[in-house]
């Protein structure tokens, strides 16, 4: 997180109002995940050291209210979008949540917060369809799962395949034909994306004609992150962050909502952190 607070101290970044993310209570988690799930989460919050979840996932005595403030901040996002109080927001937080599946903490991912945050948009403001874009280099299992059934929350995906958690092809489509799946090549560029994006995913967001568009904002596609191999640059991030607002512009009063995800350079998480906001702003 000091990565991205130190990308946003630029001075161009000054006229963004800033607040602190609220917490949600744990039956505002239920939106996805059932009691028994959340109820285990929280009987097995150490007091102190770790709890190992999965070889990736680990919970410290810190981790459940933080994941709590993540789905508070991501929810009030979405209030303050759907209540036209703001065009659009960028929620940094951690831990990412797109891995995390119905009853299952996995891939560093506790709570799904996208997908809490499009449930959200439905049950309080109406939101009658709700786009989830995820351009994070894994795929996010978790949230095409959630969503597999459900004919009015589209979620599309771009992604290196074959990397974990191994789901994400392009025949994975769900039951409604809702699922998009772009998947690219280890060292593919920002050509390849760019073409996978505006051929695979932007038709078929103009065709679902989204209330609100979600974005899971992952930035391990960037060339110098160590967990991922696709070769795109901070200005691509830009340049899907623009394409992303003209559709919302057209269907969903420019409403969109962006859910920090991966980034594990710290140097290329602020660059693409940068250039997201310099196009959420306009620029």
Known sequence: MQAVERALEHERFAPL??????????????????????EALVAASPTEGFFQIDGDTMMSPGTLDTCLHAVGGSNHAVDAVMRGESTNAFV?????????????AMGFC??????????????AHG?????LVDWDVHHGNGSQHIFWADRDVMYASTHQMPLFPGTGATGERGDHDTIVN???????????FREAFEARILPRLEAF?????????????HKLDPLGNIQLDEADFGWATR???????????GRIVSILE??????????????????LMGR
């Not at 506790?110 to 049950?123: C, D, V, W």
């Not at 989204?210 to 974005?215: A, E, R, T």
């Not at 991966?262 to 196009?279: E, N």
């Open 182 to 192: 772009a998947p690219l090549n280890a060292f593919d560029g920002s050509e390849v």
């Open 17 to 38: 109002v800033r607040c602190h993310a609220p917490k949600a209570e744990t039956s505002v988690v239920e939106l996805v995940h059932p009691a028994s799930f959340v």
């Open 209 to 221: 004609a989204p209330d609100l568009i979600v974005i899971s904002a992952g930035f391990d596609a």
């Open 92 to 104: 940094a937080m951690r831990p990412p949540g797109h891995h995390a599946e119905i009853s299952r």
């Open 262 to 279: 991966g980034g594990y350079s710290l140097d290329g998480l602020g660059r693409s952190v940068a250039a997201h906001m310099d196009a």
């Open 243 to 253: 394409k992303l607002m003209e559709v919302a512009d057209r269907h969903a009063g």
């Open 127 to 131: 939101a009658s369809r709700v786009a």
């Open 110 to 123: 506790l709570f799904n917060h996208a997908a809490i945050a499009a449930r959200h948009a439905r049950k």
